[in-house]
């Protein structure tokens, strides 16, 4: 390997002493961010000059760090402390950024994990009414939630999908981070919805989603305050969870609670998780009186 300064290198030389490969090198050439300097009219060899191992280290550094081409070639064609502040400074921006998109995948990734290993404990019970020990009083936690209510259908024969879909949109359109299964609220005559007659399909039903961070720009996001509730875990479709309903309110009766008559529904998994209806998960809250939704 060359070694007197001044010195000229192959592609060869050069990809070993940078640790580079040749393939890149010639890249670099193709693309004009750095050719050989000298080219020997006898024989056509290329040479890199002594400079430009400088700018091939300045290259490789710049790549490790994420920069693109484009950015590289204005950097050697304008390289000093101010340039070079600026791009820096670019790329930690843009580093920041996939570092957020990244713990924001790695959350919404571990929450749908947590999610579906509760679905699959919870699918190893029977299907159907639930057993005594699966009613109980619980506390569920305020939490700031983006929403919509309105009147709409509300058969539990079929899931009111485009309420889900809607909530996504309204999400992406104000930068909003969604956390944890989605919900509903019946706002009143929740056994309306398991109604076969067709002439109480529709109702004041909310739908929302947990948001893990301030939404105070968005019309669409509210406080959920905090309740005591009666509160059970269906597994099977929606349209067979009356008798688990029904089986809450003898509960309640029996202990001397009185129900808000509000109902909310938790989709721990549901039909955009599985195709099998048997292992849809539901955990069923009916708010004690006194309940402000």
Known sequence: MPKKSGELYTIGQMARLCDVSAKQLRHYDENNI?????RDSSTSYRYYTQKQVEEVLLIRELRMLGFSLDSIAELLNNRDLTNLKAELEKSVHQARTALKDAQYKYD???DALLRVTQAIEFTYKPPGTPLEGNIQLVNFAAREVVYTRYISY???KSLFINRRAELYAIADHYGLTITGPNMAIFHGGYMDQFDDSGTKSEGDLETCFTISQGGGHC?????LKAFTAVSSVFIGHYRNMKPCY???EQWALERGYQLAGTSLEEYIAGATMTRQEENYVTRLYLPLLGYEP
């Open 34 to 38: 750095l050719s050989p300097a000298y």
């Open 108 to 110: 919404q990734t571990v």
């Open 154 to 156: 509300w058969n539990a």
């Open 219 to 223: 019309p669409h996001v509210r406080a």
């Open 246 to 248: 029904v089986a809450m």
